[in-house]
């Protein structure tokens, strides 16, 4: 079956860490992104990738990097320069925007909690 | 700034219809989006508009006015499964979603 996979689901680190975070798809789709999602607060744009070795800073990047080696695999790196880095992260993968009927779906997102 | 602005929670019963509005003000409008998402879980799409009228799609039906920066998701015979949160988005002029809070809907029997 085609899909999006997170892993892993609950993620506990120490402050101070670096971690990454896995997102895989077998949807053939060239776009992928990662959010953040707060209590009370919609997703919020981390990071985006239109294309392979290519992605694009979103509107909260500060203390996150990503890499685009291959179609299918876009891992998030949250340093340890992120201030507030507890959260669920939803990882998303699309057809380019601006094509129509451009949905983007998600994976079952990891819940990243800093001790 | 761009906004999406929606109900924070609602509430309704088994077998009812309830109405979730969403209004927006963003750069530019490439389409709208609704989505449903359990607790916990990821968003599922549910339903896109980017031309004015209403959608319709099973129990789900998907309204937008581009004049009036708005829309609504109605439900109608709720199922206690449809208890969730439901969330507005908005493609504005650089193909990026800007999301709303998402609206909690409590179905109670």
């Known amino acids: 079956d085609g899909g999006i996979t997170q892993s892993p689901k609950y993620l506990f680190r120490k402050e101070g860490q670096n971690v990454t975070l896995s997102c895989e798809q077998n949807l053939n789709h060239d776009a992928m992104y990662w959010y953040r999602q707060d209590p009370g607060q919609g997703l919020r744009l981390i990071y985006y990738s239109q294309i392979v070795n290519d992605f694009q800073k979103g509107d909260i990047a500060e203390g996150y990097s990503v890499s685009r080696e291959k179609k299918e695999s876009f891992p998030l790196t949250v340093t340890s320069a992120q201030k507030n880095p507890t959260a669920f992260y939803l990882c998303?993968?699309?057809?380019?925007?601006?094509?129509?009927?451009?949905?983007?779906?998600f994976g079952p997102g990891t819940r990243l909690t800093v001790l | 700034g761009q906004n999406i602005d929606q109900p924070t929670e609602m509430t309704a019963t088994e077998g009812a219809i309830v109405q979730i509005n969403c209004t927006y003000q963003?750069?530019?409008?490439?389409?709208l989006f609704w989505y449903q998402q359990h607790a916990g879980e990821a968003p599922t799409f549910l339903s896109y508009?980017?031309l004015d009228g209403l959608e319709e799609k099973g129990r789900f039906s998907s309204f937008l006015s581009r004049s009036k920066g708005y829309s609504y998701l109605l439900l109608k015979e709720l199922q206690m499964k449809d208890s969730a949160s439901y969330l507005c988005a908005v493609m504005d002029s650089n193909y990026q979603l800007i999301w709303g809070a998402g609206t909690k809907l409590i179905i109670k029997p």
């Open positions: 998303a993968s699309s057809i380019p925007p601006g094509q129509g009927n451009d949905e983007q779906f």
């Open positions: 963003t750069s530019g409008f490439n389409g």
């Open positions: 508009n980017v």
